[in-house]
């Protein structure tokens, strides 16, 4: 399937596309998920500001006639989300098929509508057993679909929190690395300066400015930031231009200013190297942080509490890929990542992905924390790789 639009399809495709969006669905709806249906036109701000740098690029944004600014839902998981926060009391094992639209370069051969069929668990009292239920039911839909061979990607964004929980690290650098886990290149640069004790090399009138920035305030100092980007006539996009030249001019204050202990750097940096089986990488992770004398025994035990349960519920995850810098390219995600790849399929290997995000709910309004996972099964995917695998 080579065309950018799913209405390409012949009468046949069109018929086993939705054959099979129907029966992942109806798996679901038997593990006892209720399904919704969703809005396609959805405020734009909230999947801006939640779903990640790889997904804002990829947008349709509009206005509509009274100036609303909308856009296509690129996911499900935000909109059934945002239906569940709407129907306070309903179900909270919920799931959804629907068209969803990601903005693609011309000339790329993914899909820019396509279907996806997600369940989400929402405030489950145990979240490694939620987090197996959820991968196993993923690994039962492909199965159900008659697919045999994938991989299975894994991660864990919960043991990198631990880990920069656990280290002493100077005010402000916490949360800076824990939110650009999202963004891997920047993410590199800002770890390699840290693993550097590099003070930033700046010199002359951006070192006078940085060296005034790290007085401030954060609000304060974007405030300065800008006036001066107003005053050199920088018009700012949708105010994001401003936001990130001022958190990375905030940034390099901060490094000019503070450093961090080479020793600690450089655990991130081993951390961060950590791939291969699951098995192996926690011992390796035992060995780094023990090593340091630094205790992430909690999210460890996490962990191999849910590879327990999965392996209980039916999915073999010896098998499985883990990697500690694996994070998705979903900013929501706060812990349990994972992804199910047909290397056969080229730029369109990942056919289902997922994980947990325990912050979510708390960001589109829920009163009190709501604990989710979920995960969405890309259905024109499933359908290429069922035949690939039939050699058609
Ligand atoms: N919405 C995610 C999948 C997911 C569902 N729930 C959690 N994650 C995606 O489109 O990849």
């Not at 039911?137 to 964004?157: Q, S, T, W």
């Not at 954060?218 to 800008?226: G, N």
């Not at 700012?236 to 490094?255: D, I, S």
Request: charged share 25%; with cysteine.
């Amino acid at each position: 399937m080579s065309s950018t639009s799913m209405a390409a399809l012949d009468g046949e495709g069109l018929r086993a596309r939705e054959a099979l969006a129907v029966a992942v669905r109806a798996g679901f709806e038997g593990a006892g998920y209720a399904p919704v249906s969703a809005p396609v036109m959805q405020p734009a701000d909230i999947f801006l500001d939640m779903s990640g740098e790889d997904i804002r690029r990829r947008m349709y944004v509009f206005a509509d006639p009274a100036g609303e600014e909308l856009c296509l839902r690129p996911e499900l998981t935000i909109p059934v989300c945002r239906l569940y926060l709407e129907g306070a009391g309903g179900p909270k094992k919920l799931c959804s098929v629907g068209a969803v639209y990601r903005y693609q370069q011309k000339g790329s051969a993914k899909l820019r509508e396509f279907t996806q069929a997600g369940l989400e668990c929402l405030d489950a009292a145990d979240a490694e057993a939620a987090d197996a239920e959820v991968i196993s039911l993923a690994a039962r839909a492909l199965a159900d679909a008659g697919l045999k061979n994938y991989e299975i990607e894994i991660g864990d964004l919960a043991l990198f929190d631990a880990l920069v929980d656990a280290l002493d690290l100077p005010p402000g650098w916490r949360s800076r690395l824990k939110r650009h886990f999202w963004r891997p290149d920047y993410f590199r640069e800002l770890l390699a300066r840290l693993a550097a004790g590099d003070a930033g090399d700046e010199t002359g009138d951006k070192q006078a400015l940085i060296s005034a920035l790290a007085g401030l305030d954060e609000e304060r100092a974007k405030d300065v930031i800008e006036d001066v980007l107003k005053l050199a006539g920088i018009a700012p996009v949708g105010g994001r231009t401003v936001e990130e030249v001022a958190e990375r001019l905030l940034e390099q204050a901060e490094l000019a200013s503070s450093s961090v202990p080479r020793a600690a750097a450089e655990l991130i940096s081993g951390f961060l190297a950590v791939s291969g089986t699951p098995k192996e990488c926690i011992a390796r992770i035992k060995a780094l942080t023990g090593g340091a004398g630094v205790s992430i025994d909690a999210a460890i035990a996490r962990f191999e509490r849910r590879m327990e349960l999965t392996a209980k519920a039916g999915l073999d995850l010896s098998r499985a890929h883990f990697a500690t810098g694996f994070g998705r390219n979903m900013a929501y995600y706060t812990g349990f990542v994972f992804e199910f790849r047909v290397a056969a399929l080229g730029v369109d290997a990942m056919i289902c992905g997922g994980g947990r995000y325990d912050d979510l709910l708390s960001a589109l309004g829920a009163a009190s924390p709501v604990p989710a996972v979920g995960c969405a099964v890309g259905i024109e995917r499933l359908l290429a790789a069922v035949a690939k695998e039939a050699g058609k």
